[in-house]
């Protein structure tokens, strides 16, 4: 008791500790200011390389969709099989996004990303050769596993930015990598058009293109391994090798991850905003391309909108994020995401029922904008459901948008079982109705949506020192998260924050 007492005061000396950053930081020595334009090293070094390589993947998995006109009448591919390669696209990333949870708890976001970025990028440069449905459908399978780097993306983000600005960078970063979705659409039928126009063939032309994001893929995974680093204090194998970072038991990280509630429900609403912008980056161009008789580098520019709204609603929803916790803490930042999503099925709804071009695209707008907000909203709040396993939760929410997306296409896109603005207006209602679930959501030290905090004394401290037991209690392994509970209090909100009572059993 009196060691927790010295823990805390030796937190309050880490603040006055002189400052080796170029941006301000907290006990942790995460930044609590977030400057977009900076490069300053560590975090927002990370900050950059973190987003462009995803960008790099999903440009590379979402690459096909915009060239599918021409690739279907290539490889004869029916509606069935563009369904299923959809599906593959998104599927495989859903074991591979817990998995990379787990490797950037156990070994540092920085060689889990670089290290998936280059296995993955052989399946790119492969679809050039691309014969058959099948050979079509296991490539672009391979080539989704890519897109998992999402996980440690929001997780060097988490590491890097303290609570008041979190949301804001895994929003900024998230959102810029996602806009890759949205540039392939332009990107590739534009690399498509040129190698064309050179003298090749549609047929060849289309494969020669893969190898512009298979380039860009392999370049980024270099770039992380070269100038990134894992945490503030340096990367995680010299901190564990130091004995400034001990070394955590895979079955224990997974356990506190598996067993708390909220990162199942966070999975479940993030599959019907993030599966649904994973399905939509698959469906939209031949959508438009289809159902209004337009040239493909039309329909492309029109399906590109949707994807390049992140450039603007994913850091957006993370700031929103920010803003309402600075005012009414985690419970702002619950009611702040439940309402966005809510309205994002609700304007999905009516993209299915709307019959023009013109108004199409405008309602397309507005729903990709409340959608996409959503993402950045739910990555507000996965910073705090755990300390300790972080990247077993980040992993979870992840999963869960790719298991959203399968899900999702498989009922309501796969075949001709319902026309697309069918299965649009269903995807609406599915939506509306997988954000309800952000209700049960309870923090005792802070609250949910509808209750306020336990009237039992519980402070931040209580309930991140529960992930550990007293034998790593009394090793100091528990040292990170009485820090992160600590700069965490904020979450409390305005009319709170400055409560900083602590029950007498810790001090």
Known sequence: MEVEGQDMASIRRDTDEPRKFDLPVDSEHKATEFRVLSTAAPHMRAFHLSWVSFFSCFVSTFAAPPLLPIIRDNLNLTATDIGNAGIASVSGAVFARIAMGTACDLFGPRLASASLILITAPAVYFTSIASSPISFLLLRFCTGFSIATFVSTQFWMSSMFSGPVVGTANGVAGGWGNFGGGATQLIMPLVFGVIRDIGAIKFTAWRIAFFIPALFQTLAAFAVLIFGQDLPDGNFSGLQNSGDKQKDEFSRVFYHGATNYRGWILALTYGYCFGVELTVDNI??????????????????????????????????????????????????????????TLGG???????????????????IIFSMFVQAACGLTFGVVPFVSRRSLGVISGMTGGG??????????????????????????????????TLPIMLIYFPQWGGMFCGPSKSITTEEDYYLSE????????????????????SRSERGRSRVNTTTIPPNQV
């Not at 929103?320 to 309402?339: E, H, N, P, Q």
């Not at 304007?347 to 695209?361: E, H």
């Not at 009394?474 to 009485?482: E, N, P, V």
């Open 346 to 364: 609700v304007f999905c709804v009516i993209l299915g029922q709307v019959g023009s071009l013109t108004a199409s695209i405008i309602v397309m």
């Open 468 to 487: 550990w037991d007293s034998k790593e209690k009394q090793k100091g392994f528990h040292q990170s998260s009485l820090k992160f509970a600590d700069n």
């Open 284 to 341: 939209i161009a031949e959508y438009f391309y289809d159902r209004f008789n337009l040239e493909l580098h039309t329909a492309g520019m029109i399906a590109a909108s949707f994807g390049l709204a992140n450039i603007v609603s994913r850091p957006a929803g993370g700031m929103i994020s920010d803003i309402t916790a600075k005012r009414f803490g985690m419970r702002g930042r619950l009611w702040a995401l439940w309402v966005v999503q």
């Open 401 to 434: 948008g790719n298991v959203g997306a399968v899900l999702t296409q498989l009922i309501f896109f796969k075949g001709s079982k319902y026309s697309k603005e069918t299965g649009i207006t269903l995807m609406g209602v599915m939506i509306i109705c997988c």
